[in-house]
């Protein structure tokens, strides 16, 4: 990581958190160019073995999350 590369630390499942993270970075350089999404849910047991629940935040921390930060 060089000088200009910040790390955002963020609960990207919370509504409206995707969008400042991208507001803080753009004001304080300008613009983004580079997006990595390094969001992960990890549970224990096989995918098909989870509850709802479970299977609902999986879903939603390693695909929806991607999702509301590259709006």
């Given at each position: 990581m060089?000088?200009d590369?910040?790390?955002?630390?963020?609960?990207?499942t919370?509504?409206?958190?995707?969008d400042?993270?991208?507001h803080?970075?753009?004001a304080?350089?300008?613009?983004?160019?580079?997006?990595?999404?390094?969001?992960?849910?990890?549970?224990e047991?096989?995918?098909?073995?989870?509850?709802?629940?479970?299977?609902?935040?999986?879903?939603?921390?390693?695909g929806?999350?991607i999702?509301?930060?590259?709006?």
């Amino acid at each position: 990581m060089g000088p200009d590369c910040v790390p955002v630390v963020a609960d990207l499942t919370a509504p409206g958190a995707a969008d400042a993270v991208v507001h803080e970075i753009v004001a304080r350089f300008g613009g983004l160019d580079i997006l990595v999404s390094n969001a992960g849910a990890a549970v224990e047991g096989m995918i098909l073995d989870l509850d709802e629940e479970k299977l609902a935040h999986v879903i939603t921390v390693d695909g929806g999350t991607i999702e509301a930060a590259l709006r």
